[in-house]
């Protein structure tokens, strides 16, 4: 039994979704004429209450839109330090955009009013403009960790008084609304753009969408096409993506209970030095070789994912069963280090 628990983007489409994807109607979306993605940016627009959608290959290409639409060089951004646009994007925010970036040192990724309002520059020659908030929610680095509605509100309010445009990288926000007992009606006319990854723990084998304004959208969709994300029959994809937030919300807390499981047992072990909280379905634990575990755990046909020379990472998901848990579960305790 192979255990794999690097990410939760490693969820393989169901029977029941492979058929969705079979029986969609397709059209060329460059064209505008696919009516299953059409289905989806609509339906991702009414959920969030936004405008428009647009349908994207990734989380990150919605993500470099959306700054690329929001802003122009010579403009910066805010967002934390171990937030995955300045992670993980390759430094997307310079190459498309050719704006600079200011950091905040949160909580577990988590920003407040008075660290950004700390890092908004005056309007002076030297100094980029302050344009741009983008939170993370879940934050992935920060294990899983939650803003909580009342939180992404105070943050709304704070950059609408400041007049900057508030972005959120939604990348596990079904996660983070699922754990604090949320639906996304809570979040209308918070936010001016939100990027919604349905490739990782709803199980679509690929799809974010990323919703706003229409004229916001339109231009989002120009900038789609010069970076390549113009596809043709896309509704093959878009359907999964359906399919997913149809019947693959609900059972997100089965990940967050079986995360909860795996922090318990790791915090009974003598070789972990530290679990960060769980909130979610990300594990995030300290130890004094990262890659010793790691290569450990793989002869054991377990795949997890060191974080960096200390810390490792297991992210749970549809794919991971109660039966996969229990193993897990032995062969951590029994692991010898």
Known sequence: ??????SDTVTKPSPEMKQAMLNAELGDDVFGED???KQLEE????MFGMEAALFCPSGTMTNQIAIKAHTQPLDELICDKICHIYNYETGGWAFHSGISIRLTDGDRGRMNASQIEELILPDQDWLPNTRMVAIENTVNKGGGSIYSVAEMKTLSDFCRSKNLIYHLDGARIFNALSALNEKPEALH?????ISVCISKGLGAPAGSVLAGKKDFI???RKLRKVMGGG???SGILAAACIYALDYNVERLKDDHSKATELAETLNQLAWVNKV???ETNIVIFEVADAAKVAEQLSKEN???QPFSPTLLRMVTHLDFTDAMLQKAKEVLIKLKL
Do not use: E, H, W, Y
């Not at 039994?1 to 690097?6: K, N």
């Not at 339906?43 to 009414?46: E, Y």
């Open 231 to 233: 596809m043709r029959q």
């Open 43 to 46: 339906k991702i627009a009414a």
């Open 302 to 304: 377990i795949r997890i």
């Open 35 to 37: 009516p299953t993605v």
């Open 1 to 6: 039994m192979l255990i794999d628990l690097r």
């Open 276 to 278: 960060l909280p769980v």
């Open 218 to 220: 339109k231009r989002s």
């Open 189 to 193: 006319s918070m936010f001016d753009s």
